[in-house]
Antibody, heavy 113, light 108 residues
């Protein structure tokens, strides 16, 4: 059974940093593109970034490029999202996903003073 | 960036009725890389349709997807009580992948 479990969310002040983690199991993580999607309160989902199997290719939405960094550790079956210079508008539930079908339960990031 | 526009914003129907949801893209979605999701309150989006018309595993056959190019449709043939939710389309043909703003299907 595919499982994706996010962690690392919380309350942070504007300008602060957080590192999200996603622990994957039930599939061959090292063979899979992985994605982060976020959803602000009351809004639709927004694709944030994805990374290829060996981490050599990464894509970001314009609003986070230069502030967020995506990485992975295939030995640990884990995906990471380092978020710096956080803004109020980054407040959202952040989901880790594999393809279109498999999503985690999400972790809430709140950016507020 | 491909912009997806969903219509209507809200659909008010009764159980047993047919629902037709539209998703229009600002440019052609290559290879039909268009997905539909259902989202209930407090839950992650659930994949219904991928590749514009292929049902995901475990999705009832009352859900169907159609379309190509820039115009796509999700049809629910006969609404069940659990189908009242918000539906999103997503294109995954090009980066950045994008979602529509959603259609809420509510009980009339």
């Amino acid at each position: 059974e595919v499982q994706l479990v996010e962690s690392g969310g919380g309350l942070v002040q504007p300008g602060g940093s957080l590192r999200l983690s996603c622990a994957a199991s039930g599939f061959t993580f090292s063979s899979s593109w992985m994605t982060w999607v976020r959803q602000a309160p009351g809004k639709g989902p927004e694709w944030v970034a994805n990374i290829n199997q060996d981490g050599s290719e990464k894509n970001y939405v314009d609003s986070v490029r230069g502030r967020f960094t995506l990485s992975r550790d295939n030995a640990k079956n884990s995906l990471y999202l380092q978020m710096n210079s956080l803004r109020v508008e980054d407040t959202a539930v952040y989901y880790c996903a594999r393809g279109q079908k498999f999503w985690g339960q999400g972790t809430l990031v709140t950016v507020s003073s | 960036e491909i912009v997806l526009t969903q219509s209507p914003g809200t659909l008010s129907l009764s159980p047993g009725e047919r629902a037709t949801l539209s998703c229009r893209a600002s440019q052609s979605v290559s290879s039909g890389y268009l997905a539909w999701y259902q989202q209930r309150p407090g839950q992650a989006p659930r994949l219904l349709i991928y590749g514009a018309s292929s049902r995901a595993t475990g999705i009832p056959d009352r859900f169907s997807g159609s379309g190509s190019g820039t115009d796509f449709t999700l049809t629910i043939s006969s609404l069940e009580p659990e189908d009242f939710a918000v539906y999103y389309c997503q294109q995954y043909a090009s980066s950045p992948q994008t979602f529509g703003q959603g259609t809420k299907v509510e009980v009339k």
